[in-house]
């Protein structure tokens, strides 16, 4: 399938002329719509600029052409705006929702994740996202009238919402909030700020959504093979993978292996792109929306893989899961990792005066909940090599981390 360099505006893209604005008006730029201000004020965040040294699956020094979140993000970003122009979208929203996906994971990637979730079992426990939401309005501190980023609301919308709904209409958890409930600080800040919770987002936060996962299986498999964990000849037992490689050794024959391994990344994503967006062309013509808030209203996302791209997806994350995530060498690591977090929350815990002043700030004005957030929130924006640090200032051994 050809996809064009550029298509006419969807009627159901979202529109920064019509944007619902942001919790404190401010003037409007004059060079700038409201989604490329956001996107610009992602990109100046402290929390993006730490994307760059905090782990994807390898943590920093096991190499330097290993993926970090920073260059995660920035290949989410490409492929996002590539589907937005293709599907006539807008492309700024599309762009600032990449950009701000992974804003709130911990250091260590889902190993930290795990650990600050367990460390804040009796007070509703951790979730990336609601983090990111919580970075983008409360924690960074940039700007002299208001804390954090001040963000449109379809900027916040689609970071909580990339993914589906929250709740129902009448507000009972659904998906993967059902078993333990959506996290308090998006119930927090929707007191503030309604971001209509029981809806969909805009197309663009679900192009930003699925570009992710076009971009995870394609560069996972990149790093699995350049970490030898798996090999092409494994990566055969994937029935696309079968048929790209099989396609690339008839178009170009005697190809050398790592020559081959790029290509399959590029071929990979470029498939994920165009089933995409005739996915998403063909599931347009039948709703027909004429608005975004039509997508926002429909029964289901308007973005997304076709049947058999489904399949293929989920063959490729069946083939990473026990292969990758879960290989020896990389639980090994990421279970020590796991201990640094656990050793830093407990130790803030019993030691808060240890903490930074500015983090100490109003420490003793809530109870143990509030503490224990507090103590997460500094936790998770650490990169990898200052949670490392800090534990090696704090403790007499620091595990190394290392395969």
Not at 272 to 286: K, L, M, P
Request: glycine share 6%; charged share 30%.
């Amino acid at each position: 399938m050809a996809i064009a360099a550029g298509c006419e505006r969807a009627a159901y893209a979202a529109d920064p002329a019509r944007s619902r604005g942001r919790l404190r008006p401010e003037p409007p730029s004059m060079s700038r719509n409201d989604f490329r201000r956001d996107c610009d004020r992602i990109i100046h965040s402290s929390a993006f600029r730490r994307l760059a040294h905090k782990t994807q699956v390898f943590v920093f020094h096991e190499g330097d052409h290993f993926r970090t979140r920073l260059t995660h993000t920035l290949e989410v970003v490409q492929i996002a705006r590539s589907i937005a122009r293709a599907l006539g979208l807008d492309e700024d929203l599309a762009e600032g929702l990449a950009l701000a996906h992974d804003l709130g994971h911990t250091p260590f990637g889902h190993a930290g994740e795990r650990a600050l979730d367990a460390c804040l079992a009796d007070c509703g426990g951790f979730d990336h996202n609601a983090q990111a939401l919580k970075i983008v309005t409360a924690l960074e501190r940039r700007y002299p009238d208001f804390d954090g980023l001040n963000l449109t609301w379809e900027t916040l919308e689609g970071l909580v919402k990339h993914n589906g709904p929250l709740t129902d209409r009448a507000g009972a958890p659904v998906g993967r909030y059902r078993k333990h409930g959506v996290p308090q600080p998006i119930l927090d800040y929707c007191r503030i700020q309604d971001l209509e919770l029981w809806s969909f987002a805009s197309a663009e936060a679900q192009v930003a959504a699925i570009s992710d996962d076009i971009a995870y299986n394609a560069h996972d498999i990149d790093d699995g093979l350049r970490a030898e964990l798996f090999t092409l000849t494994d990566l055969t037992a994937v029935p696309i993978v079968e048929t790209i490689i099989a396609a690339i050794d008839r178009d170009v024959p005697d190809l050398d292996d790592a020559r081959r391994a790029h290509e399959i990344v590029r071929r990979l994503i470029t498939v994920g792109i165009e089933d995409v967006v005739a996915e998403t062309r063909a599931r347009a013509a039948a709703l027909a929306p004429r608005s975004v808030d039509d997508v926002r209203a429909a029964a289901g996302p308007l973005v997304g893989f076709s049947a058999a791209m489904e399949q293929g997806d989920a063959a490729i994350k069946g083939f990473l899961y026990p292969r990758m995530y879960r290989h020896p060498r990389v639980m090994r690591i990421m279970s020590d990792a796991e201990a640094v977090v656990r050793d830093l929350f407990a130790h803030f815990s019993r030691n808060p005066a240890d903490l930074p002043a500015d983090w100490r700030e109003g420490l003793d004005d809530g109870g143990l909940g509030f503490r224990a957030r507090r103590i997460a929130d500094y936790i998770a924006g650490m990169t990898d090599r200052f949670a490392l640090v800090e534990h090696a200032r704090l403790f007499p051994t620091t595990p190394e981390l290392r395969g």
